[in-house]
Each structure stands twice: as C-alpha cells, then as structure tokens.
C-alpha cells in the first residue's frame, strides 16, 4: 500500500491535511483519511475497520485502548478544540454571543441552523444540549438542520439560501470551510473544549510511519500550525 489509513474526528481533518505533503515527502505515503462524527468513526473501529492512525476524543481513545483497538501507550493529546459559532460570509455579525442571553437572541433571529448529528458528533451532542439548557429548543425545532458531522453542516451553511442562517460546530470545521466565517466560541457556562488524542490502530498495517504521523502532530515546531487549524494547548 501507498497510503497511511486514518480514522479521525472531522476536528483534525484540516490540521491533517496541512500535514499531508510534509508526511509524504518523508515516507513517501499520502494519507487516506476520513473524518467524520466521533461516535461514527468510533463504531467503524469497532466493527473491525483498519486503521494506521486514530484521532479522537481523549475519552474515546481511553476506551478503545481499553477494548484492545488502539496501541497502548501510543496515545498523545493533539490539543484542545473549542465549539464555536459560524455565519454565512457577507452576513450580518450577531450583536453578542458573550453570554446566554445574546446567545438566544442570535438563534432566534435566525431562520436556520445548521450543526452537527446531535447523538454522534461531540459538537453536534453539545450544542443540542445548550439550545435546551436555554429553552429554545422546541422554539427553533423547525429551524434546526442537522448533518453527519460538522465540515458538512458548515458547507451546507455556506450555501443555503435562508436568510439569515447561523451554525454551530467545533472552531477547526470553521477555519477549513471556505465560505463561512467564525464568529467565536460559545460564551461561559456553555463552552465547550475538548482534547482530541491520536493513537497507533493496534492491527496498524504501518506502525512505524504511525508513529511518524503522531510525532509530526505534536512537534513543537508545528505549534503554530496546530493553532492555526484551530487546535491550542
């Protein structure tokens, strides 16, 4: 094989590919990725998917270290992720997403929202929580759009047609979708930062250059990539 197999959150896909052509100049290898809902890329492991290289929430990693899926002692913290809300480029800014108020105001304004599966996506699941928490859920029911992760929620946010549409998924689909811009992270008390982690497949066809990928994703001269795609310490 000519490739490096990775099943990963859709948080690391830009940082991934920002990577990728550094990666094949030192092995020779282009990476075949997908990247998608937590929970989903979870259950292809699970259901016996090969895999070179995972990159999932902390606490997923822990489990498949546990059930046997991933190399132990391979795990290493990428960087934390912040869930953040996105517009339409061109359109209007909300006034204020710093706390919940402004926050409620901003959706329900809006005549779509566009974010992630709400029982797969580590974003998706918050941010569903949050519209509760805030009691508009069963205000905006008929406006929410929901998609299988968060880099598809995103596109289909920069091309709606709706007139004023807002979106909620984790910063790095944000900063990778052309046509949308970020607007900021959810305010205190209804933040969300999650660590991602990466880890060698434990039936890895490829172990060594594994390892490489995982090195390369947390070499401190990399730092400001890893910010750039959206990842901080």
């Known amino acids: ?84 809300i996105a517009i339409r480029s061109g359109d209007p800014r909300p006034a204020s997403i710093a706390d919940g108020a402004g926050l409620s105001a901003s959706f329900e304004e809006a005549d779509a929202i566009y974010f992630p599966d709400p029982e797969q996506a580590t974003a998706g699941i918050h941010f569903a929580d949050v519209l509760r928490r805030l009691d508009l859920w069963d205000r905006v029911e008929g406006r929410l759009r929901t998609f299988p992760n968060g880099a598809t929620a995103m596109r289909e946010l920069a091309a709606s047609n709706a007139v004023r549409p807002i979106g909620c998924t984790q910063v790095t689909e944000i900063l990778i979708t052309p046509g949308v811009d970020l607007v900021g992270p959810l305010p205190p008390g209804l933040e ?12 890895a066809a490829k172990p060594e250059a594994a390892r490489r990928l995982l090195a390369m994703l947390l070499d401190e001269s990399r730092r400001e990539l890893r910010r750039n795609a959206g990842f901080s310490a």
């Open 192 to 203: 969300l930062r999650t660590t991602y982690t990466a880890a060698v497949g434990a039936h």
């Open 1 to 84: 094989m000519t490739h490096l197999r990775i099943l990963s959150g859709g948080a690391a896909q830009g940082l991934v590919q920002a990577l990728a052509p550094d990666f094949r100049a030192e092995t020779g290898l282009d990476i075949e990725g997908t990247f998608g809902a937590v929970g989903a890329m979870r259950a292809r492991l699970r259901a016996g998917e090969a895999a070179d290289v995972v990159i999932l929430t902390a606490a997923i990693i822990g489990d498949l270290t546990e059930e046997g899926l991933v190399l132990p002692g391979s795990a290493a913290d990428v960087g934390m992720v912040e869930t953040a």
